[in-house]
């Protein structure tokens, strides 16, 4: 956590993750008490939506990504339906 990742020495530089409601996810986070990079929700290189936690938690904003950028992703609608499809079938 104290440490940058080590963009400069490996491919793996961030986690990015699928988000079928960016918006409100990052308000609730924020609620709670995450701390996000700078540059808000913004178009990604892909065209998708994203936001990034950021790795170090503040004292207004705890919770981070301990030492790791995490990208949130909005998840276009036809993941968002698989993956709920997958849920219904899981939860029946």
């Known amino acids: 956590p104290e440490k940058k990742p080590a963009v400069h020495t490996t491919p793996l530089n961030h ?18 008490g995450v701390r996000f990079a700078p540059g808000g929700i913004r178009r990604g290189a892909a065209g998708f939506d994203i936001c990034f936690l950021h790795p170090k938690g ?18 276009p609608p ?10 219904a079938s899981a939860a029946g």
């Open 15 to 32: 986690v990015g993750l699928w988000i079928d409601d960016l918006p409100r996810a990052v308000e609730w986070l924020t609620a709670q």
């Open 58 to 75: 503040n004292e207004e904003f705890p919770i981070s990504g301990e030492g790791v950028l995490i990208e949130l992703v909005q998840a």
């Open 78 to 87: 036809e993941v968002v339906k698989a993956f709920g499809a997958l849920a």
